[in-house]
């Protein structure tokens, strides 16, 4: 595929992103930063731009981590029934 540069916003910002994904893969990650940065803001009104960031960053990191822990899980558990 080829490495499309896509113009994102996050949290206020305009962003090259250049990737091999589609174009609207880009653009849904790009929507999700910029949701739970939006998120985090609102909760923590005073908090500076780069601590959102760092939040927001935080927060996709440990979807990503419960989400793999889970895809083990179930990984076992298919490996269990079909042995």
Same mark, same amino acid.
């Given at each position: 595929?080829?490495?499309?540069? +896509?113009?994102?916003?996050?949290?206020? =910002?305009?962003?090259? /992103?250049?990737?091999?994904?589609?174009?609207?893969?880009? +653009?849904?990650?790009?929507?999700?930063?910029?949701?739970?940065?939006?998120?985090?803001? +609102?909760?923590?009104?005073?908090?500076?731009?780069?601590? /959102?960031? /760092?939040?927001?960053?935080?927060?996709?990191?440990?979807?990503?981590?419960?989400?793999?822990?889970?895809?083990?899980?179930?990984?076992?558990?298919?490996?269990?029934?079909? =042995?």
């Amino acid at each position: 595929m080829a490495h499309e540069t +896509q113009k994102v916003e996050i949290f206020g =910002e305009k962003y090259a /992103v250049r990737g091999e994904a589609s174009p609207e893969h880009i +653009q849904a990650v790009a929507r999700e930063v910029d949701k739970r940065m939006h998120l985090i803001a +609102q909760r923590f009104p005073r908090l500076p731009y780069h601590q /959102v960031a /760092v939040l927001a960053a935080l927060n996709l990191a440990d979807d990503l981590a419960r989400l793999r822990e889970e895809q083990e899980t179930l990984m076992q558990l298919l490996g269990e029934k079909t =042995e």
